[in-house]
């Protein structure tokens, strides 16, 4: 058996994957009843609105179907193979203005991994706490001059001063579990194997509604689109949990820099023809955003770093790439668009309902039980696919990731923008702004559009004369329902912090002690 492909595995205790087969039969059934809808006669009637509804529909689709096309082929690995003693393994934990605590406890956790190993803490803040804790735990602790190309850089110059075979790389909040190795390091038996990479799970998702949300939006993607992306010969490296060969990084000339590294070195790494593989184990849990400025932060650099790939890597190696990796980095690469098509959606609702006919004329009759029907559908197989494949069978429906990520469209806008004109976003990590209450200047997009939707509304119900208008307000209500959403949430974090300021205590001349 080649140790680089994945094959089907029947773990014991595992749910079936047939009622998720069936589940995306049916949708596919429901996609064509559903797009029938849209062909019958006098349903749109201006131009620029069935062109725009038809770009948006072409990207809501091939995003949905090949997603169930990632979920039928999810497929977890086999158990690997005892790991090779004759490769050399450096672990490198990377460091930028991380809590200390924090770091020295994920750094003390990847000391403690079972397996010959040399750990190094790569330490990008220069901080002499953690020189003393990296010191005290056994581990090597490496800086450099300067900051330049972040984490890649900050990577690249320990390539230059370590010597390990395979490189594994953490996040500072991601503390690894002592059988990590054991489970992932023996794929490397394949030589044609450049890189491994791991689950990445969250141990704060109860925090808050924001980390709720945070983690909930990205479980699928680490469980069963993963799972099918590796499949088709396309795992990727995602940031953090990752073993890469060291020959495989130096045939590329190393990480590749970005605000979106790990998915520009995968390309790389992918285009120069190496394999990977996903390993759907939990082995490393970590934390994510559990505030709307730490969620901001990140998904505005994964956006503008994602779309900067999509513009300028992936065309120049798109050829070189298997057609299974064409299909993935594509799905992966256009995921971020969702904040156009909220936008154009958002805008639409505003101008139909204030303006009426002057906009379009659009007819609903028979739409709401075709779109319910298509909603149920989508959600249904996106849990089964959760139900299936997540880590710790997390597969309760919770509101709060479809909220979130509905009323994030400002940022994934922005993070558009910012790549189509090569604005540059300065790097930062994403937990250094935890304890920061939201600006509200950030949430007014939101506020903007929760008012004109409001406005439509007691327009539509009290004013406007015509009454077929009325069939657009349960869309604006589930609109502004995203928008509150996030407001109210922004609200709550701002109490928040005001207390944690006046809760400090006072110097003795009675002004505040100054942050370290």
């Given at each position: 058996?080649?140790?680089?492909?994945?094959?089907?595995?029947?773990?014991?205790?595992?749910?079936?994957?047939?009622?998720?087969?069936?589940?995306?039969?049916?949708?596919?059934?429901?996609?064509?009843?559903?797009?029938?809808w849209?062909?019958?006669?006098?349903?749109?009637?201006s131009?620029w609105?069935?062109?725009?509804l038809?770009?948006?529909?072409?990207?809501?689709?091939?995003?949905?179907?090949?997603a169930?096309?990632?979920?039928?082929?999810?497929?977890?690995r086999?158990?690997p193979?005892?790991?090779?003693r004759a490769?050399?393994?450096?672990?490198?934990?990377?460091?930028?203005?991380?809590?200390?605590?924090?770091?020295?406890?994920?750094?003390?956790?990847?000391?403690?991994?079972?397996?010959?190993?040399?750990?190094?803490?790569?330490?990008?803040?220069?901080?002499?706490?953690?020189?003393?804790?990296?010191?005290?735990l056994?581990?090597?602790?490496?800086?450099?001059?300067?900051?330049?190309?972040?984490?890649?850089?900050?990577?690249?110059?320990?390539?230059?001063?370590t010597?390990?075979?395979?490189?594994?790389?953490?996040?500072a909040?991601?503390?690894?579990?002592?059988?990590?190795?054991?489970?992932?390091?023996?794929?490397?038996?394949?030589?044609?194997?450049g890189?491994?990479?791991?689950?990445?799970?969250?141990?704060?998702?109860?925090?808050?509604?924001?980390?709720?949300g945070?983690?909930?939006?990205?479980?699928?993607?680490?469980?069963?689109?993963?799972?099918?992306?590796?499949?088709?010969?396309?795992?990727?490296?995602?940031?953090?949990?990752?073993?890469?060969?060291?020959?495989?990084l130096?045939?590329i000339?190393?990480?590749?820099?970005?605000?979106?590294?790990?998915?520009?070195t995968?390309?790389?790494?992918?285009?120069?023809?190496?394999?990977?593989?996903?390993?759907a184990?939990?082995?490393?849990?970590?934390?994510t955003p559990?505030?709307l400025?730490?969620?901001?932060?990140q998904q505005?650099?994964?956006?503008?770093?994602?779309?900067?790939?999509?513009?300028?890597?992936?065309?120049?190696?798109?050829?070189?790439?298997?057609?299974?990796?064409?299909?993935s980095?594509?799905?992966?690469?256009?995921?971020?668009?969702?904040?156009?098509l909220?936008a154009?959606?958002?805008?639409f609702?505003?101008?139909y309902?204030?303006a009426?006919?002057?906009?379009?004329?659009?007819r609903?009759?028979?739409?709401?039980?075709?779109f319910?029907?298509?909603?149920?559908?989508?959600?249904l197989?996106?849990?089964?696919?959760?139900?299936?494949?997540?880590?710790?069978?997390?597969?309760r429906?919770?509101?709060?990731?479809?909220?979130?990520?509905?009323?994030?469209?400002?940022?994934?806008?922005?993070?558009?923008?910012?790549?189509?004109?090569?604005?540059?976003?300065?790097?930062?990590?994403?937990?250094?702004v935890?304890?920061?209450?939201?600006?509200?200047?950030?949430?007014?997009?939101q506020?903007?559009v929760?008012?004109?939707?409001?406005?439509?509304?007691?327009?539509?119900?009290?004013?406007?004369?015509?009454?077929?208008?009325?069939?657009?307000?349960?869309?604006?209500?589930a609109q502004?329902?995203?928008?509150?959403?996030l407001i109210?949430?922004?609200?709550?974090?701002?109490?928040?912090a005001a207390?944690?300021v006046?809760?400090?205590?006072?110097?003795?001349?009675?002004f505040?002690?100054?942050a370290?």
């Amino acid at each position: 058996m080649d140790p680089g492909e994945a094959v089907p595995t029947a773990r014991p205790g595992r749910p079936s994957p047939v009622r998720l087969r069936l589940l995306i039969l049916a949708g596919l059934g429901i996609v064509v009843w559903y797009l029938g809808w849209w062909f019958e006669d006098n349903r749109v009637a201006s131009p620029w609105l069935v062109a725009g509804l038809l770009a948006a529909a072409v990207y809501h689709w091939c995003q949905l179907l090949l997603a169930w096309l990632l979920y039928a082929r999810a497929r977890r690995r086999p158990d690997p193979p005892p790991p090779s003693r004759a490769l050399s393994v450096d672990v490198f934990v990377c460091a930028c203005g991380e809590d200390p605590a924090l770091v020295l406890d994920t750094l003390a956790a990847a000391v403690r991994m079972r397996g010959p190993h040399r750990t190094w803490l790569l330490d990008d803040s220069r901080d002499p706490r953690l020189a003393r804790g990296a010191a005290e735990l056994g581990a090597g602790y490496l800086t450099r001059e300067g900051n330049r190309d972040a984490k890649a850089g900050n990577v690249n110059e320990a390539l230059k001063r370590t010597r390990g075979d395979i490189l594994v790389l953490f996040d500072a909040d991601h503390r690894p579990e002592p059988a990590f190795l054991e489970r992932s390091l023996g794929w490397f038996r394949n030589p044609e194997v450049g890189f491994v990479q791991v689950m990445l799970d969250f141990s704060n998702e109860d925090e808050s509604a924001v980390a709720r949300g945070s983690a909930g939006s990205a479980e699928d993607f680490y469980a069963a689109t993963s799972m099918g992306m590796d499949r088709l010969g396309c795992a990727t490296l995602v940031g953090s949990n990752a073993l890469i060969r060291r020959s495989a990084l130096e045939s590329i000339g190393g990480y590749r820099p970005g605000l979106a590294e790990d998915l520009c070195t995968s390309v790389h790494l992918h285009a120069a023809g190496w394999k990977s593989v996903y390993v759907a184990e939990p082995l490393a849990p970590g934390l994510t955003p559990a505030e709307l400025p730490t969620w901001f932060r990140q998904q505005l650099k994964w956006s503008r770093g994602v779309f900067e790939v999509l513009l300028r890597d992936l065309p120049r190696l798109w050829r070189r790439l298997r057609p299974g990796q064409r299909l993935s980095y594509l799905v992966r690469c256009t995921y971020y668009w969702v904040g156009l098509l909220v936008a154009v959606h958002l805008l639409f609702s505003i101008l139909y309902l204030l303006a009426g006919e002057r906009v379009a004329t659009l007819r609903l009759e028979g739409y709401y039980g075709r779109f319910l029907a298509l909603l149920g559908i989508t959600v249904l197989i996106r849990q089964e696919a959760l139900r299936v494949h997540g880590a710790r069978r997390r597969w309760r429906l919770r509101p709060e990731p479809f909220l979130l990520v509905a009323a994030t469209w400002p940022v994934y806008l922005a993070g558009w923008l910012l790549a189509l004109l090569r604005v540059p976003v300065g790097w930062k990590p994403t937990l250094a702004v935890r304890g920061q209450g939201p600006r509200l200047l950030s949430l007014l997009p939101q506020g903007v559009v929760l008012g004109l939707l409001l406005a439509g509304i007691v327009w539509s119900l009290g004013f406007d004369p015509m009454p077929a208008h009325r069939g657009m307000i349960p869309f604006a209500l589930a609109q502004t329902s995203a928008e509150a959403f996030l407001i109210v949430l922004a609200l709550r974090e701002r109490r928040r912090a005001a207390a944690r300021v006046h809760a400090l205590p006072s110097g003795p001349s009675g002004f505040l002690p100054r942050a370290a």
